[in-house]
């Protein structure tokens, strides 16, 4: 670490979560109280200076927020109330607004303000003085009651750009009034990351007083400007988590927050807390309701996952070769992905996750062998992990077959109310013991599985646990078919207690592919339940696979 980057690890980042507010005006997202408590809880975990909670003058669910907030002791974060400044011709003690974030009895408010004359002009119609006035009364009248006040320039860049006079001059009236931060905001989110420096580092010049910025992502820029900004002097950074936010989000702390510690030097979060910043990602979007981006970068599953043969070859020797850090830094793991583009180096790497750490170069060759094909046919391994390790058990030459099918019938019928229903019936072997069942369910698939369990419970009891918790089907397109006349790839999921696994089945017939992908995860099931295989990794030794 360079002197420069020692100087900067001895300066504090302050992070203003905006989540539950800013985040909460993404288009479909709807927190319950519930939702915003428990996002609130697990901010102040990991850390964060300020958890901004909702508008209490808005809506009752925010402020019921507030009064849930105040019954609880939170060990690391401030929780603050958001409203503006007081309306025109109205004296601060008798707003609705200001006297709601009183109510609210948080430690600090966030008070944002009109700072580009347009606004001023289109949307306020004052005049100059009597917005100056405004900004002043309203941090004036919060401080007389012993609440931290941090103003937010609404608009600043662009206010700034038009008329850097009147822009400053409001933050000079915030400033005069007492507020402890003043805050830059790009809510349009159309500035550039050289203007935001540039402008950033002329405010930090003109006042001795925490700067903070605010960005929006319409330009794609929201976490770049944050950096720039804290380059330029900012020393207090709002964001929400995942990027959530009106329009195109907000910036993304999951990515300012790493970015600004791992590779720019400041202090954000002790390290123990920084490990757990993809878990506190995949957290949120579940409360959310939000199916998350596999791309995200630091935290997404895609993002330290590696697919072509040579990129894997390089990273086996020296992970920096294509990772920019240490995934582990931020509770990520590094992933291999099997496909038509695998090399020996994927399945060397997946064969030591697995277990098998001395595959000989003949039997790597033939499991990438048989990987190319199936993949040509139109099988993908990159989410099945389940049955590519059965391809690869079944590539060297040990039977993963716990049962044998005989055959199977199903059937779906349609009565004249409009009631649907599927049956299945099937015939199995297993150790030249034939089991003949039959199930019912809410679809062919689903009665097959029912009848596969059924059959198999009597010779493996372990199988009542597992359960199918989701189903996919896409449709490959092949040259000179379409339709239902092309081959459609089925991938299930399974889950017995806490573990879960993916297998995939392809076919031109939906059920036959389902089928394939039942049989595998049950194999893999019961592979990893048994253990009963031994598996030859050299030509002339024996290793036992501890599963």
């Known amino acids: 670490m360079g002197t420069e980057k020692i100087k900067k690890a001895n300066v504090s980042i302050k992070l203003f979560d905006t989540t539950l507010r800013d985040g909460s005006q993404r288009e479909k997202i709807n927190f319950s109280l519930a939702d915003k408590l428990a996002v609130a809880s697990i901010l102040d975990e990991f850390g964060v200076d300020y958890i901004e909670g909702g508008w209490p003058g808005a809506n009752p669910k925010d402020a019921d927020f507030f009064k849930s907030a105040a019954q609880r002791d939170w060990k690391n974060s401030k929780i603050v109330a958001f409203g503006s400044t007081r309306r025109k011709n109205q004296p601060p003690e008798k707003d609705k607004n200001l006297n709601a974030l009183l109510k609210a009895e948080t430690p600090a408010v966030s008070i944002f303000g009109k700072s580009w004359r347009l606004h001023i002009q289109s949307a306020l119609k004052v005049c100059a003085e009597e917005n100056l006035q405004m900004v002043y009364d309203s941090v004036d009248f919060m401080l007389k009651h012993g609440i931290e006040v941090i103003f937010d320039a609404e608009h600043f860049f662009d206010g700034y750009k038009d008329d850097p006079d009147f822009a400053v001059n409001v933050l000079s009236a915030a400033v005069q009034a007492g507020a402890g931060t003043i805050v830059l905001c790009d809510t349009n989110g159309g500035s550039t990351t050289f203007e935001v420096y540039e402008i950033t580092k002329n405010i930090c010049e003109m006042f001795d007083i925490e700067i903070g910025i605010h960005a929006h992502n319409d330009s794609d820029l929201a976490v770049a400007n944050s950096l ?24 993304n702390l999951i990515s300012v927050i790493p970015n600004l510690q791992l590779k720019m030097g400041y202090f954000c979060v002790p390290e123990y807390k920084l490990k757990t910043l993809t878990d506190i990602s995949a957290l949120v979007n579940e409360i959310a309701n939000i199916v998350p981006r596999n791309e995200t970068p630091f935290v997404g599953t895609s993002a330290f996952a590696h697919k072509g043969g040579v990129h894997v070859s390089a990273v086996m020797k020296n992970p920096a070769t294509y990772e ?224």
């Not at 020393?235 to 990027?243: F, K, L, S």
């Not at 716990?402 to 229903?421: M, P, V």
Request: with cysteine; net charge neutral.
């Open 228 to 251: 720039s900004a804290v380059e330029a002097g900012a020393r207090h950074v709002q964001g929400t988590i995942n990027g959530l936010g009106e329009r195109c989000g907000n910036a």
């Open 324 to 547: 920019h850090i240490n995934p582990d830094l931020v509770g990520n793991k590094r992933r291999v992905l099997i496909s038509d583009l695998s090399g020996k180096s994927n399945v060397q790497y997946k064969m030591s996750e697995l277990g098998f750490e001395n595959l000989n170069a003949e039997q790597s060759r033939i499991v990438v062998e048989r990987i190319k094909e199936l993949e040509n046919k139109g099988y993908s391994y990159e989410a099945a992990d389940a049955s590519f390790e059965l391809l690869v058990h079944n590539s060297i030459n040990h039977d993963t077959a716990f049962f044998n099918l005989s055959g199977f019938r199903q059937f779906t019928e349609k009565n004249a109310d409009g009631d649907l229903w599927s049956e299945a019936s099937i015939r199995v072997e297993v150790n030249g013991e034939v089991e003949h069942t039959a199930a019912s369910g809410n679809g062919p698939v689903n009665a097959l599985d029912n009848a596969l369990r059924k059959a198999l419970v009597r010779f493996y009891p372990e199988i009542a646990g597992v359960k199918l918790i989701d189903f996919k089907v896409r449709v490959i397109n092949e040259a000179g078919k379409k339709g239902t006349a092309s081959k459609v790839r089925v991938l299930i999921q399974m889950m017995c207690r806490e573990k879960s696994w993916s297998t995939v089945g392809v076919s031109e017939n939906i059920i036959e592919a389902s089928w394939q992908a039942l049989v595998d995860s049950y194999n893999y099931f019961l592979l990893k339940k048994i253990n009963k295989i031994n598996v030859e990794v050299t030509n002339n030794e024996t290793q036992s696979i501890n599963f």
